[in-house]
T-cell receptor, first 114, second 115 residues
Framework: GQQLNQSPQSMFIQEGEDVSMNCTSS?????WLWYKQDPGEGPVLLIA?????ELTSNGRLTAQFGITRKDSFLNISASIPSDVGIYFCAGQDKIKAAGNKLTFGGGTRVLVKP | DTGVSQNPRHKITKRGQNVTFRCDPISEHNRLYWYRQTLGQGPEFLTYFQNEAQLEKSRLLSDRFSAERPKGSFSTLEIQRTEQGDSAMYLC?????????????FGPGTRLLVL
C-alpha cells in the first residue's frame, strides 16, 4: 500500500484564497515532487524538490522539502478557478538499489466553494 | 508536442480478452515507467525500464501482465485474460537517467474498462 499520508483529502477554495496541503511519510525520500491531475488526464509536474530544507516557487505555487526528509508542503497563493483539480505528492528514494519509482500520496481534491 | 504519448486513450473490453497499450516516451529519455491508478487513489508503480532492460517489477504485476521495451524507445504493456479488477487508468512516465535530479513526466494515460 501507499506510504505517504496526504492532507487534507479535500478542500473547498474561494477565488483569491491561499491554499495549503501537506504530505508526510514514514520513511525518508531523497526527492519530493508535486503533481496536479485533471479528470481523465495524467499528472502534470508542478514542483520538484531535491534537497532537505529546500523551498521552491513556481508562480503562485510554493513547496518545501522538510528537514527530516519525511514531509513536504505545497502552498497555492491567491487561488483561481483553474486551480481546481487533484494534487498529488510523490516521494522518490534513490538509496535503495532500484528506488527510482515514485510513491504517491492519496491526493488532495481542490474544489470550488458553492 | 514532444511529451509522453499513450495509445489508446480509452479501451473497453470484455472479461477474458487480451489488451495491449503503447507508450512513447520523451525522445531523449532512457527511463520508462508504468503505473496504475484506480479511482480515488494515487498512481501505483508497476514496472520500470532502463533502455530495453526491465529493472524492477511490482508485486502488483501479476503473471497476466507483461511489459516490453524492445528497442529502448516505445514500450507496450499487455494484460492477458483481463479481469474486472484490472479496470483502471494505466499511466506511463519517462525520465532522463543520471544525475541527482531525475524527474518523471507522465503521459495522458490509457483508461481501461473491463466489462
Amino acid at each position: 500500500g501507499q506510504q505517504l499520508n496526504q492532507s487534507p483529502q479535500s478542500m473547498f477554495i474561494q477565488e483569491g484564497e491561499d491554499v495549503s496541503m501537506n504530505c508526510t511519510s514514514s520513511s525518508i525520500f531523497n526527492t519530493w515532487l508535486w503533481y496536479k491531475q485533471d479528470p481523465g488526464e495524467g499528472p502534470v509536474l508542478l514542483i520538484a524538490l531535491y534537497k532537505a530544507g529546500e523551498l521552491t516557487s513556481n508562480g503562485r505555487l510554493t513547496a518545501q522539502f522538510g528537514i527530516t526528509r519525511k514531509d513536504s508542503f505545497l502552498n497555492i497563493s491567491a487561488s483561481i478557478p483553474s486551480d481546481v483539480g487533484i494534487y498529488f505528492c510523490a516521494g522518490q528514494d534513490k538509496i535503495k538499489a532500484a528506488g527510482n519509482k515514485l510513491t504517491f500520496g492519496g491526493g488532495t481534491r481542490v474544489l470550488v466553494k458553492p | 508536442d514532444t511529451g509522453v504519448s499513450q495509445n489508446p486513450r480509452h479501451k473497453i473490453t470484455k472479461r477474458g480478452q487480451n489488451v495491449t497499450f503503447r507508450c512513447d516516451p520523451i525522445s531523449e529519455h532512457n527511463r520508462l515507467y508504468w503505473y496504475r491508478q484506480t479511482l480515488g487513489q494515487g498512481p501505483e508503480f508497476l514496472t520500470y525500464f532502463q533502455n530495453e532492460a526491465q529493472l524492477e517489477k511490482s508485486r502488483l504485476l501479476s503473471d497476466r501482465f507483461s511489459a516490453e521495451r524492445p528497442k529502448g524507445s516505445f514500450s507496450t504493456l499487455e494484460i492477458q485474460r483481463t479481469e474486472q479488477g484490472d479496470s483502471a487508468m494505466y499511466l506511463c512516465a519517462s525520465s532522463p537517467s543520471g544525475g541527482d535530479q531525475e524527474t518523471q513526466y507522465f503521459g495522458p494515460g490509457t483508461r481501461l474498462l473491463v466489462l
